[in-house]
């Protein structure tokens, strides 16, 4: 199983972003998906999570301004960050608590992770 993260790129404070992180491989099923993220010198933190019936949590600092979605069709969670600010500039990883595939159940997979930066 693989995960593989876009959407990352330079934004000005106060624009969006849409993150996306599409799990491959021969999944059956997929539990809790998730975002991260790193910024500089920090640990890696939790930005949001989203389960298969799409009970989602937030980090207190995105609360109303950032969405987590998933589409279990194509085993792909998004992340909708608006009104970004430079404290939001960081690495963004993706992650699964657990993957059934067709063979075995794979625990605690990250993406490879896609950086974000607001800047003007």
């Known amino acids: 199983v693989q995960l593989q993260a876009s959407g990352g790129g330079l934004v000005q404070p106060g624009g969006s972003l849409r993150l996306s992180c599409a799990a491959s491989g021969s999944i059956l099923s997929i539990n809790v998906m998730g975002w991260y993220r790193q910024a500089p010198g920090k640990q890696r933190e939790l930005v949001a999570t989203?389960?298969?019936?799409?009970?989602?949590t937030y980090a207190d600092s995105v609360k109303g301004r950032s969405t987590i979605s998933r589409d279990n069709a194509k085993n792909t969670v998004y992340l909708q960050m608006n009104s970004l600010k430079p404290a939001d500039t960081a690495v963004y990883y993706c992650n699964v608590d657990w993957i059934v595939t067709t063979t075995k159940i794979e625990y605690d997979r990250w993406g490879q992770g896609t950086l974000v930066t607001v800047s003007s």
């Open positions: 989203i389960s298969r019936s799409g009970t989602t």
